[in-house]
C-alpha cells in the first residue's frame, strides 16, 4: 500500500456494504420520523437532526469507510481510532439525536405505546443500569484488544462487520439512555448523579487506552508484523500511538457529553421553576376570590344587636333611677 499521509488519510475511501446499508437505514428511518412529525403539526429540532446526522451517522461512516478503514489492516492505529469512533463518538451522536423520543412521537399510537415497552422491558433495564452498562463498555475494549477477537476479525470479514456492530452496541447502551430514555433509569439516577456517572465513564474509558499504550506485548502482533510496511513505524511505536489515541478521543468526548447532561440538567431546573411560578400564580389568583366570597357571607349573616342589649354607662343608669324616685315621690304629695 502507498504510504500514508495526511492527504491520502483525508481522501482514501473504500466502500462498507454492510454498515452503508446500516447508515442508510438510520438516516431513512430518522428522516421518516422527522417529516412525520412536522406533518402532524409538530416540531423537531434542527440541532438533533443535525446531531444525529453528522456526528453520529458521520462517525460510523468515517470509521468504517474512510482512510482508517482503507489502512486498519497494515497499522494498529487506525483500528483502534475506528474502535474508539464506533464505541464512544457514534453513539453520543446517535443519542443527541434522541431517536427513541422521536420514534414515539412519529409511529402511531399502538407502534408507539410497544416500543415504550420494549425500552422500559426488565432485559432493557438490566443492561442499561448505569454501572452494568459502564461495565460492558470496559469488557467489550478489553475483550477485542486482549483475547483473539481482534486478530481473527482482521481475517475473517463477517466477523470484522460483527466487531463494528458490537462495539457500537455497548457504547450505546450506556450513552442513549442517560441522555434520552429516563424511564429506563433508576429513580435515583438524576441529572446530578448521571453528571457524576459520565465522570466516571469517562475515567473508565481511558483505562482501555492506558493499557493498551503500556501493554508489552503486541496486540495482534503476528498480523501486523507479517502486514508491516517499510514505511511504517516500528509495530510496537504504532500500538503505543494506538493506545494515545484512544485515551486522547475518549477524553476529548467524555467533555461535551458531561456539558449535554449540564445542559439537560438546567433545562430540567428551569422547566421545574416555571412551573412552580405558575402554579403559585394560580394560588394567589384564588386567594383574593376566596377572601371576598367569605367577607359578603358574613355581612350577609351579622345582625345589629339591639339598642337595649347594648351596655350603657353606670352614670346614665344611676341619674335614670334618681329621676323616678323624685318623680314618685312628687306624686304621693
Known amino acids: 500500500m502507498a504510504e500514508l499521509t495526511v492527504g491520502r488519510l483525508l481522501t482514501s475511501w473504500q466502500p462498507d456494504l454492510p454498515a452503508l446499508l446500516l447508515v442508510l437505514a438510520l438516516g431513512g428511518l430518522y428522516g421518516w420520523g422527522v417529516l412525520r ?7 423537531w429540532s434542527p440541532a438533533r437532526a443535525a446531531a444525529f446526522a ?14 482508517l478503514a482503507v489502512y486498519d489492516h497494515v497499522l494498529f492505529w487506525p483500528a483502534a481510532v475506528q474502535n474508539i469512533l464506533l464505541d464512544l463518538v457514534a453513539p ?9 423520543r422521536l420514534a414515539a412521537e412519529a409511529l402511531p399510537a399502538g407502534a408507539a405505546a410497544r416500543v415504550r415497552r420494549a425500552m422500559t422491558g426488565r432485559l432493557v433495564r438490566l ?29 475473517v470479514g463477517w466477523l470484522h462487520e460483527l466487531m463494528y456492530l458490537h462495539l457500537l452496541a455497548a457504547g450505546s447502551l450506556f450513552v442513549v439512555p442517560v441522555l434520552t430514555r429516563e424511564e429506563t433509569l433508576p429513580a435515583w439516577c438524576t441529572h446530578p448523579v448521571r453528571a457524576a456517572l459520565v465522570f466516571l465513564d469517562g475515567v473508565i474509558d481511558a483505562v482501555p487506552g492506558v493499557v493498551v499504550m503500556t501493554h508489552g506485548t503486541l496486540i495482534a502482533g503476528a498480523w501486523y508484523l507479517h502486514h508491516h510496511p517499510s514505511w511504517a513505524p516500528d509495530v510496537r511505536h504504532d500500538q503505543q500511538i494506538g493506545g494515545g489515541a484512544m485515551l486522547g478521543i475518549a ?83
Do not use: C, K
Not at 37 to 43: D, L, N, P, W
Not at 282 to 293: F, G, K
Open 54 to 67: 453528522v456526528l453520529g451517522l458521520g462517525a460510523l461512516v468515517v470509521a468504517t469507510m474512510s482512510g
Open 127 to 155: 443492561l442499561t443500569f448505569p454501572l452494568v452498562s459502564t461495565a460492558l463498555v470496559l469488557a467489550t475494549e478489553l475483550t477485542i484488544y486482549f483475547t483473539p477477537y481482534f486478530a481473527t476479525a482482521l481475517r
Open 251 to 333: 477524553e476529548l468526548v467524555a467533555l461535551p457529553f458531561l456539558l449535554a447532561i449540564l445542559f439537560q440538567w438546567a433545562r430540567t431546573e428551569r422547566v421545574q421553576a416555571a412551573a412552580l411560578d405558575r402554579h403559585l400564580d394560580e394560588q394567589l389568583a384564588v386567594v383574593p376570590a376566596v377572601a371576598t366570597a367569605s367577607a359578603g357571607l358574613q355581612a350577609a349573616s351579622a345582625t345589629p344587636a339591639p339598642a337595649t342589649d347594648r351596655v350603657r354607662p353606670w352614670w346614665e343608669t344611676e341619674e335614670n333611677e334618681v329621676a323616678a324616685r323624685i318623680r314618685r315621690q312628687h306624686g304621693e304629695n
Open 37 to 43: 412529525v412536522r406533518g402532524r403539526g409538530g416540531s
Open 92 to 100: 453520543l451522536g446517535l443519542a443527541l439525536g434522541d431517536p427513541l
